[in-house]
């Protein structure tokens, strides 16, 4: 349950400080297309549609919006952060790991989106993945209490208990409040 409060306050969050911006394109030599101003108008209101359908429970229609989203401008680093939540949220694990892992392909330095896919692969049960991830996440942010909690969690699993423990008291430390 704790997990779908987080998604759902993510997304609130991530819809107030997306609104009316559109991703930049970022240089990739896979892409022989150039993403226009317009399309990415036009994906951003779809991301925006979408969390607006995800906030009144219409998940598959929010599904669609960000599908949309993501067709007009693949780089919509919102739409796809978005569409795994969504995913996530609704239990469709692997499909939210696909768009988890286009979010680090996309932006290999962001955080939380290692820290969502150490999420679904935990919720997988590919805990040694999740611990990959969560430690990919610490390396890039040493003071993310989320982390160190998911990470304590997984180690918890793994029944490595006293390297959990520590990861708890870290995750405290740092502000985590369960």
Known sequence: M????????????TAIFSAGCSEKTIDNSTSAT???DEQKQ????WNNKGVDLFIAGRYEEALKAYEKAVELDPYNIYAWYNKGNT???IGRYDEA???????IELNPEDANAWNLRAGVLNNLGRYEESLESL?????IDPQYPVAWYGKATVLEKLGRNSEA???YEKARELGYVN
């Open 2 to 13: 704790f997990t779908k409060k987080c998604l759902i306050a993510i997304m609130l969050i």
């Open 34 to 36: 150039e993403i226009t």
């Open 97 to 103: 790991l696909q768009a988890y892992n286009k979010m």
């Open 135 to 139: 430690d990919k996440a610490l390396e």
């Open 42 to 45: 036009e994906a951003t209101d």
């Open 87 to 89: 995913l996530s949220y």
């Open 165 to 167: 423990q520590v990861c």
